[in-house]
Structure formats: C-alpha cells, structure tokens
C-alpha cells in the first residue's frame, strides 16, 4: 500500500488550499482515512478523519468549520478541502489508512500506512 499526498504549497491567511492523498491498491475503499499534521517541534496531531463509504466524518476542534474530508473511491483518493487558513495551520500534512475498522480515529498509532507529508505554509 502506497498514499501519495499532494497539494501543500505557500498561501496567505484567510486562502485556500486542497489536498489530495492517492492511494495504491484495490482495497483503498474498505478503510477509513485521516489526515494529521505535525508542526516544527510539536507532535502529530489529528486534523480531520472519514469512513471507509464518506459518510461519516470527524474534525479537530482547531480546523472545524474550515476544513472538509471527502474522499472519492472510484478514484482512490482522499481530499482535505482548507478554507480560512490561519499562520497557525502551517505544518506537514499528512494523510493515514486507519487499521481497523473499529480502531480510533484519533489515534496516531490506529494507523498503519502513511503518506510522505506534503507542506503547508500560511503567511499571515
């Protein structure tokens, strides 16, 4: 299993960006995904997480409101849609494939493949 993500780059506050994250394999729709982020110094930390269908999402209580998962499976891809991006956003993202399908969402050690981070920078 390979997840290839994609779509970081340089923004001002309040723009926008999407990332997408495609994954290898045929097996990508039976497993919920997430994305985390990681800033310099500070640990991972869990931004936002859907299930394996797309129907069912969960958020950080820091990116509520602003960002949006979604996924396509006909596509293999997962996408994190960031809308009002504060300084405070900038970090490596990451996406994840959760384990199991009864593993926490949140938790950094329930996943089990990782995409290589791609970079978000916000200039205030």
């Known amino acids: 299993v390979q997840l290839q993500a994609s779509g970081g780059g340089l923004v001002q506050a309040g723009g926008s960006l999407r990332l997408s994250c495609v994954g290898s394999?045929?097996?990508?729709?039976?497993?919920?995904m997430g994305w985390f982020r990681q800033a310099p110094g500070k640990e991972r930390e869990f931004v936002a997480a859907?299930?394996?269908?797309?129907?069912?999402?969960w958020s950080a209580d820091p990116v509520k409101g602003r960002f949006t998962i979604s996924r396509d499976n006909t596509k293999n891809t997962l996408y994190l849609q960031m809308n009002n991006l504060k300084p405070e956003d900038t970090a490596v993202y990451y996406c994840?494939?959760?384990?199991?399908?009864?593993?926490?969402?949140?938790?950094?050690?329930?996943?089990?493949?990782w995409g290589q981070g791609t970079q978000v920078t916000v200039s205030s």
């Open positions: 859907i299930n394996y269908g797309g129907g069912s999402t």
């Open positions: 394999g045929r097996t990508f729709s039976n497993f919920h």
């Open positions: 994840a494939r959760q384990s199991g399908r009864y593993t926490d969402y949140l938790n950094v050690y329930d996943y089990d493949y």
